[in-house]
């Protein structure tokens, strides 16, 4: 049952990836394109905020996002490529902005708040991993924005959208499996996280309000 789960998730995730290369190439009808295009961020930004105060503010932005873009079809339609692009780069940007930020001084990096989110008590080597692993991350989504600039300026479409579609999506996959041995190898076992733990850890710390979360937003000085 669950290599039949596990078998339909890779065909799903595969499918998605082959429509969003079509879409970015202009193979598909570009209406089509345009619609496969702004589905899955406006759709993930409501599920990701759902659960947080800030649900209704992120659906409204997300219902005049779609309503400009009923308006702005045909315009859209000429410019997928560009679209698929703002839409690729300004997501890994915003992911390095939200990961690096927690690196500053008197923060908590975000993988330590996930990981106190699923293992409340960590000893320092723990920390002090969870801080690498936010760096590590921040890194990942500067290299992917820099790379999808790159690329698609100074490449070809086809050159840009296969790395931003084909290549950049599993890479995620490759990044989790990485450090999910790793961890394997350097933490004790009673602190090691499974990768379904990180996730749920994950869930619990978006649900949870700002101001009652258990995780402070600040470490204390001294």
């Given at each position: 049952m669950q290599?039949?789960?596990?078998?339909?998730?890779?065909?799903?995730?595969?499918?998605?990836?082959?429509?969003?290369?079509?879409?970015?190439?202009?193979?598909?009808?570009?209406?089509?394109?345009?619609?496969?295009?702004?589905?899955?961020?406006?759709?993930?930004?409501?599920?990701?905020?759902?659960?947080?105060?800030?649900?209704?503010?992120?659906?409204?932005?997300?219902?005049?996002?779609?309503?400009?873009?009923?308006?702005?079809?045909?315009?859209?339609?000429?410019?997928?490529?560009?679209?698929?692009?703002?839409?690729?780069?300004?997501?890994?940007?915003?992911?390095?902005?939200v990961f690096g930020r927690t690196l500053l001084p008197g923060e908590v990096p975000l993988a330590t708040r996930i990981a106190r989110a699923v293992l409340p008590s960590?000893?320092?080597?723990?920390?002090?991993?969870?801080r690498s692993v936010t760096v590590a991350w921040t890194v990942y989504f500067i290299a992917m924005t820099t790379l999808s600039v790159v690329l698609f300026f100074g490449a070809s479409t086809a050159a840009w959208s296969a790395f931003a579609t084909l290549v950049s999506g599993p890479l995620v996959g490759v990044m989790f499996a990485l450090e999910f041995a790793l961890r394997r190898r350097v933490l004790p076992a009673s602190h090691c996280a499974s990768i379904a733990e990180t996730v749920a850890g994950f869930r619990r710390l978006m649900r949870a309000p700002a101001a009652h979360s258990t995780l402070p937003a600040r470490q204390p000085h001294g």
């Open positions: 290599r039949a789960a596990l078998a339909a998730a890779l065909a799903g995730a595969a499918a998605c990836l082959a429509l969003a290369y079509l879409s970015s190439t202009g193979r598909l009808p570009p209406l089509l394109s345009v619609a496969i295009s702004l589905v899955t961020p406006l759709v993930g930004a409501v599920v990701l905020t759902w659960r947080t105060r800030s649900r209704w503010l992120v659906l409204l932005a997300v219902v005049a996002l779609a309503v400009a873009a009923a308006f702005h079809l045909d315009e859209l339609a000429r410019h997928v490529s560009a679209l698929w692009f703002v839409q690729h780069a300004g997501v890994h940007a915003l992911l390095a902005i960590m000893p320092p080597e723990v920390v002090r991993y969870s």
